[in-house]
């Protein structure tokens, strides 16, 4: 095996980051179980007492937003990213395809903050649908968006759509044509071609993108921030306030935790549920 | 070269006429007419990218011809898609869904057409029979061998009853000895049930046993259209002497042409060739006769001959010998030839120096390239 030590050197890196985030989060579960000393830096004693803070209504409240707005964001953006998916991967012109294509990478490129302040001019009581909708005279006065779940939501869409259309994109290009030729030369048309064969085998696609939707949106903080302002709190947001406001490291600690233990069952329920669908082989 | 013996539009079951199609700047098919009669069995033959698949996917609507017409039981389906064109087809993968059994499969056509469960139970069960694959209703695609899926597929495409069976190289992905099994069931199969089918292969061994008629096609024509027997005892060109069955290629001279008969000079010898394909060639022009292995017969050293070579491989087939010769001289590098009977391993060791006979008056003569 004489390529054992490049082996070694290849992933002599990833082992040195793996070393470094392990430490990270050694550091957090540490903290998480230490007592909070007001108006102090360091932590006291050894306690479970975090933990059983996580159940105050408050703070469950919270967790439970957080999952709630998860589950909307991931849901919009598979029902938004599935026909663009479906379009990127079947236009058969390539300028249409880069053109698709450009427009659903460009906003990765643009960062979270970015994106989230252009949401801001969309969607303020001045903005652009706002004034819009005021024009024509449809509504006489602004519509609440900012500062709502309904506005979060819509600018996570925009900040996980790209990748959601990736992963489907990948999941409905692994499809074989001849399985929808072979649906249309059985007699169906386009529609039942799609619900009977295309649609059930991009379904390992569908899940792999909304499990990632999900996970990806779980840690979302700028757009919360800015967009919800403090009335649309979510775990990422609560974690900075008592972190960097309240100076409660042991209990920011703990919320990191009991988030990142959130995610781990949530993606893990997923897994379980989509389990069938693994067995489809599409070659 | 025409393709003759055409079937005309209102006998054909699938017809088509001056078809053309580009791809790009490609010609993947250039006019080409074909007519395939009601029950027919009917082979397009090709080596990859003679056009082979492109009309298979005319006839089934995939692709839509440039020019010309394509016809389905006298009905121009040019502008009609796939679902409504009443095809049964069975593609190189199979393109089983993975996601419904293997009863499920098959019934997919018949929901499509909105046959009552009752009796879409019973045709399906009926068309599990046909193929040998009764039990197998529940079993998921992946679960089944290569063979199986393949009758699965043969199943899914027959149970609607189609016009037409379009076949994809259904072959190819099986083993040998489960190849040639299958293809007597399948013709068998096509017989009963009295179907037109369309077959593509770049197999020439199975194009030879399985069809009717035979379309040999290269670079988007029909280079010949004929039975197997036709196809390989006169073939209509070089290209498709050398594609069809193995064939010889010896470079002559002509030395004289009457009639039917022409005298071709080979090396030193003369030998007589059929020479209705050599009609209008000036003396001494160069041509090509093809010879088939089997129509060289192998001659001790000293008695009359053509070729003078010696043994340089034995191929042992069981059933005969192929021998190859290498040869002096100008004719051609190596030959192949066919012995039947086995003794010819004892008879002509390697090395041993031959002579070569040729029947003549069967070989294929063309002007040289």
């Excluded at chain 2, 003759?4 to 006998?11: C, T, Y």
């Excluded at chain 2, 088509?16 to 199609?21: A, E, H, L, R, T």
């Excluded at chain 2, 002509?254 to 008969?261: D, G, K, R, T």
Aim: overall charge positive; some cysteine.
């Amino acid at each position: 095996m004489n390529q054992q030590p490049f082996v070694r050197i290849f992933t002599a890196p990833a082992t040195l980051c793996a070393v470094g985030f392990l430490a990270a989060m050694a550091a957090v579960l540490q903290y998480s179980l230490r007592a909070y000393v007001p108006g102090s830096l360091d932590p006291g004693g050894l306690t479970l007492a975090n933990f059983a803070d996580l159940l105050k209504p408050l703070y469950a409240r919270v967790f439970l937003d957080t999952v709630v707005v998860c589950a909307m964001t991931a849901v919009v953006t598979l029902i938004v990213g599935y026909p663009l998916a479906y379009a990127l991967v079947r236009v058969e012109q390539p300028i249409l395809r880069s053109i698709l294509l450009v427009i659903v990478v460009t906003p990765l490129f643009l960062g979270e903050v970015v994106r989230t302040y252009a949401w801001i001019i969309v969607l303020g009581n001045n903005g652009f649908i706002n004034s819009l909708l005021m024009s024509l005279g449809l509504i006489g006065k602004p519509l609440q968006l900012m500062f709502t779940s309904f506005g979060v939501v819509v600018a996570l869409v925009h900040v996980t759509l790209p990748v959601m259309v990736i992963m489907l994109a990948a999941g409905l290009s692994h499809i074989d044509r001849d399985y929808p030729r072979a649906a249309e030369s059985l007699g169906a048309g386009p529609i039942r071609v799609f619900l009977t064969v295309t649609l059930p085998l991009s379904l390992p696609g569908v899940v792999a993108g909304t499990t990632t939707a999900f996970a990806w949106t779980f840690s979302a903080f700028a757009t919360p921030q800015l967009i919800g302002g403090g009335r649309v709190n979510m775990i990422s947001n609560l974690v900075y306030q008592l972190g960097f406001s309240s100076f409660n490291f042991p209990f920011a600690a703990t919320l990191c935790v009991a988030g990142l233990a959130l995610t781990a069952l949530v993606l893990g329920l997923l897994r379980l549920a989509s389990r069938p669908l693994r067995k489809i082989e599409v070659h | 070269m025409k393709p003759s013996a055409n079937l005309e539009g209102e006998q054909a079951a699938v017809h088509f006429d001056v078809v053309s199609k580009r791809f790009d700047d490609v010609v993947a098919l250039n006019d080409v007419t074909l007519g395939i009669g009601r029950s027919e069995f009917v082979t397009l033959l090709g080596p990859s990218g003679c056009g082979k698949t492109t009309l298979l996917k005319l006839a089934a609507g995939f692709l839509g011809p440039d020019g010309g017409s394509i016809s389905i039981e006298g009905k121009r389906v040019n502008d009609i898609p796939t679902y409504q064109r009443g095809i049964g087809m069975m593609f190189q993968n199979y393109a089983l869904f993975p996601h419904m059994s293997v009863a499920e499969n098959v019934a997919y056509g018949l929901k499509t057409r909105r046959v009552p469960r009752a009796e879409r139970d019973k045709r399906v069960a009926d068309a599990l029979a046909l193929v040998k694959l009764m039990g197998m209703e529940n079993r998921k695609p992946r679960q089944l061998s290569g063979g199986q899926q393949q009758r699965v597929a043969l199943a899914r495409a027959l149970v609607i009853n189609p016009t037409v069976l379009l076949l994809d190289e259904p072959f190819s992905a099986l083993d040998k000895s489960l190849r040639s099994s299958m293809q007597v069931e399948l013709r068998e199969i096509q017989r009963k049930l009295g179907l037109t089918t369309i077959f593509v292969t770049h197999d020439q061994g199975e194009a030879l046993s399985m069809s009717d008629r035979m379309a040999v096609m290269s670079e988007g024509r029909i280079r010949q259209l004929g039975s197997p027997v036709d196809v390989y005892r006169s073939p209509a060109d070089p290209f498709v002497a050398s594609f069809v069955g193995d064939n010889n290629r010896l470079r002559g001279q002509l030395v004289s042409i009457q009639a039917e008969q022409a005298i071709v000079a080979l090396g030193d010898a003369l030998v007589q060739v059929p020479g209705e394909r050599l009609s209008g060639l000036e003396k001494s022009a160069a041509v090509d006769l093809f010879v088939r292995p089997e129509q060289f017969r192998i001659v001790a050293p000293g008695e009359p001959c053509v070729i003078k070579g010696s043994v340089v491989a034995q191929i042992y087939q069981g059933g005969h010998v192929d021998l190859q010769i290498e040869c002096s001289g100008s004719v051609g590098d190596r030959l192949l030839v066919r012995s039947p009977g086995e003794q010819a391993v004892l008879r002509w060791p390697m090395g041993a120096p031959v002579g070569v006979a040729i029947q003549a008056d069967r070989c294929s003569v063309f002007p040289a390239a």
